[in-house]
Every structure is written in structure tokens, then in C-alpha cells.
């Protein structure tokens, strides 16, 4: 049964860090973009950063950019999203997606075959 579980979310202050997981199983991981997207109340679905099978390429949405790294493990089948300088507009649900599509059709076009069930991200003083 394929699955794609977060975790890592949780309460920070304004400057704070956190570390996001994504954890895949019952796929060919090594074959699939993965993307980080997320979602406050009353706001449109936004993709954060999405990383190609191999790794080699990123894209992140300018409000996270020079802020937020995404990165991989193949070998653990897993995804991180490495946040520092977190902001109160950061505060949302963030899910892992993936799909057998490019970098650029995921993050931009919102293109993916699979997802999770989301991490809560509350930054605030």
C-alpha cells in the first residue's frame, strides 16, 4: 500500500527552525519528484519546493527562497524540508506530494499522483 507520512511539524517562535519528514513506502520512490505544498485557512494550496528522483533539481516559491532547503535520502526513501528564519506566514498545514513529473510541472503546475495526510507548522511568539 503505497504512503507518504509527515512529520516534524510543531510550535515555533518567529526565527525558529524546524524539520520536516516525509516518509515513502509501498512505491518506486527512486522514480518519482517529490513536493512540498501547503495550505492556511482561507488560502489557495501553494507549492513550497519540489526536488527531482536523483535529486539534482530544486525549485522553491520566492517566499521561501534563501530560507527553506529541500532535500533527499533514497536510501531511506525520505524528504526533508529544512525551514530556518520562520515566519508567522509560514503558519500552515504542509503536505508531502509525489509524482512522475517535473520539477517545475509539480511546484508551478500543481501536478502530483500522490500525497499525505499533512504536519501542522505554527509559528508564533
Known amino acids: 500500500q503505497l504512503q507518504l507520512v509527515e512529520s516534524g511539524g510543531g510550535l515555533v517562535e518567529p526565527g525558529g527552525s524546524l524539520r520536516l519528514s516525509c516518509a515513502a513506502s509501498?512505491?518506486?520512490?527512486?522514480?518519482?519528484?517529490i513536493g512540498w505544498f501547503r495550505q492556511a485557512p482561507g488560502k489557495e494550496r501553494e507549492g513550497v519546493s519540489c526536488i527531482s528522483s536523483r535529486g539534482f533539481n530544486t525549485h522553491y516559491a520566492d517566499s521561501v527562497k534563501g530560507r527553506f532547503t529541500i532535500s533527499r535520502d533514497n536510501a531511506k526513501n525520505t524528504v526533508y524540508l529544512q525551514m530556518n528564519s520562520l515566519k508567522p506566514e509560514d503558519t500552515a498545514v504542509y503536505y508531502c506530494?509525489?509524482?512522475?513529473?517535473?520539477?517545475?510541472?509539480?511546484?508551478?503546475?500543481?501536478?502530483?499522483?500522490?500525497w499525505g495526510q499533512g504536519t501542522q507548522v505554527t509559528v508564533s511568539s
Open positions: 509501498g512505491f518506486a520512490f527512486d522514480d518519482y519528484a
Open positions: 506530494a509525489a509524482g512522475g513529473t517535473t520539477v517545475m510541472a509539480m511546484c508551478v503546475g500543481g501536478r502530483y499522483d500522490y
